[in-house]
Antibody
């Protein structure tokens, strides 16, 4: 059974870049879409974007200008960068896999990584 | 932009009773609708996709129905392990600015 684990700093300063990595184990990274989703306190889940194993990406239009998702298949990892962060980017960040053959339905999730933006 | 609205915000149900959760889309999403269960401290779990198809390993106590703008998730014979927040997600309009509803918290 595939497992996903987020890692990275839990505290980021305003205006800096948030960087997280998701490590995939127990399954192949090939042929799937891999996603980042976040949830700020008291708010709904927000899809950030995804990357296909081939490297093609898709992003939430509201975040596209600040977000980059990349993938390292040799390490079974994919990563998220969010630039110019503000307190509004404080959230629990989840990585998730899509159902094989889809790019929009999330069938496996990590436990989440809490990130606080504060000076 | 499609907005997903869930009701009620909180649902109190006794063990063994049936829970009915609603999700409404601001415009048609056909049957491109998924439901997720999120327990405190755990990873969210896919329950239903295609509005009515149960994901692998999901109990038959969970059922989904609907199309267009109105959707329902029913949990028959509620158990204590079902305490969680349930989210609906549309995937008809992609990439979305907002894909998820705000959630329904099920209390036992």
């Amino acid at each position: 059974q595939v497992q996903l684990q987020e890692s990275g700093p839990g505290l980021v300063k305003p205006s800096e870049t948030l960087s997280l990595t998701c490590t995939v184990s127990g399954g192949s990274i090939t042929y799937y879409h891999w996603n980042w989703i976040r949830q700020s306190p008291g708010k709904e889940l927000e899809w950030i974007g995804n990357i296909y194993y081939s490297g093609s990406t898709d992003y939430n239009p509201s975040l596209r200008s600040r977000v980059t998702i990349s993938l390292d298949a040799s390490k079974s990892q994919f990563s998220l960068k969010v630039t110019s962060v503000t307190t509004a980017d404080s959230a629990v960040y989840y990585c998730a896999r899509c159902i094989l053959g889809t790019s929009r339905i999330f069938d496996s999730w990590g436990q989440g990584k809490s990130v606080t933006v504060s000076s | 932009e499609i907005v997903m609205t869930q009701s009620p915000a909180t649902l109190s149900v006794s063990p063994g009773e049936r829970a009915i959760l609603s999700c409404r889309a601001s415009q048609s999403v056909t049957t491109n609708l998924a439901w997720y269960q999120h327990k405190p401290g755990q990873a969210p779990r896919l329950l239903i996709y295609g509005a009515s198809t149960r994901a692998t390993g999901v109990s038959a106590r969970f059922s989904g129905i609907g199309s267009g703008t109105e959707f329902t998730l029913t949990i028959s014979s509620l158990q204590s392990e079902d305490l969680a927040v349930y989210y609906c997600q549309q995937y008809n309009d992609w990439p979305p600015e907002r894909a998820f509803g705000q959630g329904t918290k099920v209390e036992i």
